[in-house]
């Protein structure tokens, strides 16, 4: 018999992945702050809980996919957390992006009360979630990464166990500086093009083959041709990951030139109210310096 799957947080990422687990045929309880996003899910199959501690109560192993740092921690040990309705032998999957710290902390509280966790934080954009063709970078004690292979197979198509706890965020942070600098390598190509009067389609299909091709070119290059701001992931939630970005590299003494840079760019397109725009609305920040908003 499978093992019963808890899902706490359906948001932008979070819906799509719980929709998977019930496709691949887990029995689900879900739970999410705003209650609306909890009916779809339940017309799909799962069982609603009250709190998170109630979805602990009827689950095997909970996932979760929440913002930041403060609310992994509100629903693991805060008050109705998994903590107070979990049994012992309990397996946490955490898909947030937060604090490695932070992580190696809730993970150690957890292992008090005879609750494992994976700290397993995804990246895919919000095609992936909803396709189950994420990468998850996984953290965590081995026998614990095997047992969770089915839930992440039903979620994600590049599933990779990178080390000891807290080793799976620190990967994603990794991921992130190579996202944003990708995403600024686009903008800039795409400035360029633009002033240099050409097709911006017919350029993106003549480099996009070649060695410059890469996921942010492929999939957020069209929408910026399109103007088409809809967040795969937002302006305002890459944000957040650039901040654990650049406080992990200042607790480590690495300097991160370009990926600093384009935070405080971001922060201009925040500014300018665009914080729930995709994080390929990077872009709009180079046509503003060139006077071309």
């Known amino acids: 018999m499978s093992e019963k799957i808890g899902f706490i947080g359906l948001g932008i990422m979070g819906g799509g ?9 887990f029995e689900l309880t ?10 779809p899910l339940v017309v799909a199959g799962a069982h609603p809980a009250d709190s998170p501690a109630g979805v602990a109560a009827q689950s095997d192993i909970i996932v979760i996919c929440v ?18 309705g979990a049994e012992a032998g309990a397996l946490v999957i955490d898909c947030s992006t937060i604090s490695p710290t932070a992580t190696r902390h809730i993970a150690a509280q957890l292992r008090e009360n005879g609750i494992a966790m994976l700290d397993a934080p995804i990246s895919g954009g ?53 996202v944003v600098g990708t995403m600024l390598a686009v903008s800039e190509g795409l400035a360029f093009a633009r002033a240099g009067g050409l097709d911006l389609e017919r350029t993106l299909a003549a480099v996009s083959g070649g060695a410059a091709g890469s996921w942010m070119l492929s999939n957020r290059a069209p929408q910026c041709i399109r103007d088409d701001w809809a967040p795969g992931f937002t ?16 607790e480590m003494g690495v300097p991160l030139l370009g990926t600093g840079m384009i935070f405080q760019m971001y922060r201009t397109l925040q500014a300018g109210g665009l914080g729930a725009e995709g994080n ?5 920040a180079i046509y503003r310096l060139m006077g071309d908003a």
């Open 235 to 250: 302006i305002d939630l890459q944000q957040k990951d650039l901040r654990l970005v650049l406080e992990a590299a200042d």
């Open 126 to 178: 919000s095609e992936g979630a909803a396709q189950g063709t994420l990468s998850i970078m996984v953290g965590g004690d081995a026998a614990d990464f095997t047992r969770a292979e089915a839930v992440f197979a039903a979620m994600g198509q590049t599933v990779t166990h990178v080390g000891e706890q807290g080793a799976g965020q620190t990967v994603k942070l990794v991921n992130q500086i190579l």
């Open 17 to 25: 992945m719980a929709r998977n687990l019930l496709k691949a045929g």
């Open 67 to 84: 913002s930041d740092t403060p609310d992994v921690e509100a629903v693991t040990l805060g008050e109705n957390g998994i903590i107070h």
């Open 30 to 39: 879900v739970w999410n702050r705003s209650p609306e996003r909890i009916a």
């Open 280 to 284: 390929h609305a990077l872009v709009k």
